[in-house]
């Protein structure tokens, strides 16, 4: 299970942090991601990091804005979001990504971020 936290409202150049918490002992076997979705808008990745949490990917349209990482131990994801714009605002998602698959097979539920110009 994958419940994320931290959402809320932040103006714009804020910063806000997610967490998400992994239930069970597989948490490290997996990479993860961070996804998106907007009101009437496709849902868009937002960032990657391996099971170690050494190597990660971004999009432009987050890339040197948002850093992800993990804690292994706590089983725990983060995302840090630094300079938030409008067009941050969505609901943000943690996803467990299958290598076996090559897919994001687990998410988890969501959480709110609204950046206010």
């Known amino acids: 299970q994958l419940q994320a936290s931290g959402g809320g409202l932040v103006q714009a150049g804020g910063s806000l942090r997610l967490s998400c918490t992994a239930s069970?002992?597989?948490?490290?076997?997996?990479?993860m991601g961070w996804f998106r979705q907007a009101p009437g808008k496709e849902r868009e990745f937002v960032a990657a990091?391996?099971?170690?949490?050494?190597?990660?990917k971004y999009p432009d349209s987050v890339k040197g804005r948002f850093t992800v990482s993990r804690d292994n131990a706590r089983n725990t994801l983060h995302l840090q979001m630094n300079s938030l714009k409008p067009e941050d605002t969505a609901v943000y998602y943690c996803?467990?990504?299958?290598?076996?698959?090559?897919?994001?097979?687990?998410w988890g539920q969501g959480t709110l971020v609204t950046v206010s110009s």
């Open positions: 996803v467990r990504y299958n290598a076996a698959s090559m897919a994001y097979d687990y």
């Open positions: 069970g002992r597989t948490f490290s076997n997996y990479a």
């Open positions: 990091v391996s099971r170690s949490g050494t190597m990660t």
